[in-house]
């Protein structure tokens, strides 16, 4: 195994769901993994398990909305470890379902802000980092419906869809650096941002309709997918977008 072997990696919105299985999943490959979120009390949780495992980790409160947040992660990254090789921007929410007309500028702007400015923001601290280390590898979480749209979903969907192109101009920006950056579309995957979605019978057996292998998407799927991506078994891929729904987007 050992995938990720003396490399160090930030992943946000680590404390539950995709980002702790990300978090977990990388630590067991080798990786020194900062693990952030706004979620202190799951943050240490996690790092507590990484390091029952073995493993290398460090906690620390992070609200990716904030540009001295992502300031204070990545020295503390640098200052802990030496050097950031890998970023996973996991954190985000899901937005209102609802008509566009509807929406509220506030709404719009919230999800906007942690979605997709998050993004930006945690690429823009840590690139320098990755310059000077001449490559690395980000690692976006999209969505599907940053492929497909979603019906009901508009503001989730614009982020969605935004971070998909933002990181294919960044992956061809930063080429030359060998910097590889791609993203990750999940489909319906059950996981703690999902259990509304999952609330009863009849919507779950609906996603199980619109999925054609013959399941639910876990965070573990989710989570080996973007290993692939931040391993050097990916180091001739970059600016791809990366379908882990069970087939959804083929459809």
Same mark, same amino acid.
């Given at each position: 195994?050992?995938?990720?072997?003396?490399?160090?990696?930030?992943?946000?919105?680590?404390?539950?769901?995709?980002?702790?299985?990300?978090?977990?999943?990388?630590?067991?490959?080798?990786?020194?993994?900062?693990?952030t979120d706004i979620q202190e009390e799951k943050v240490h949780q996690v790092v507590a398990e990484i390091k029952e495992?073995?493993?290398?980790?460090?906690?620390?409160?992070?609200?990716?909305?904030?540009e001295e947040n992502w300031v204070k992660v990545v020295e503390e990254a640098v200052e802990t470890f030496g050097k950031v090789d890998v970023l996973v921007n996991n954190a985000g929410i899901p937005s209102q379902s609802m008509p566009l007309h509807e929406f509220t500028l506030e709404a719009w702007n919230r999800t906007m802000d942690i979605n997709l400015n998050g993004t930006f923001l945690g690429m823009k601290?840590?690139?320098p980092v990755m310059l000077e280390n001449k490559g690395g590898s980000i690692?976006?979480? !999209?969505? &599907?419906? *940053?492929?497909?749209?979603?019906s009901g979903a508009s503001a989730y969907t614009a982020s969605k869809g935004a971070?998909?192109?933002?990181?294919?101009g960044t992956a061809i920006q930063y080429a030359k650096q060998n910097i590889r950056c791609n993203s990750v579309h999940p489909g319906f995957i059950e996981t703690p941002m999902t259990t509304d979605m999952f609330a009863n019978d009849e919507m779950t057996k609906w996603f199980h309709s619109l999925t054609p292998l013959p399941?639910?998407?876990?965070?573990?799927?989710?989570?080996?997918?973007?290993?692939?991506?931040?391993?050097?078994?990916? !180091?001739? &891929?970059? *600016?791809?977008e990366l379908p882990v729904d069970g087939g959804y987007s083929a459809q």
């Open positions: 195994m050992n995938r990720l072997q003396n490399k160090v990696a930030i992943i946000t919105g680590a404390g539950s769901g995709m980002g702790r299985e990300e978090a977990l999943l990388f630590a067991s490959e080798g990786a020194k993994v900062v693990v495992n073995g493993g290398e980790a460090i906690g620390l409160y992070h609200n990716v909305t904030s601290h840590v690139l690692v976006n979480i !999209s969505s &599907i419906a *940053g492929l497909t749209g979603g971070v998909r192109m933002l990181t294919k399941r639910l998407g876990k965070a573990r799927d989710v989570a080996e997918g973007v290993l692939f991506l931040a391993s050097d078994a990916s !180091s001739f &891929i970059t *600016g791809i």
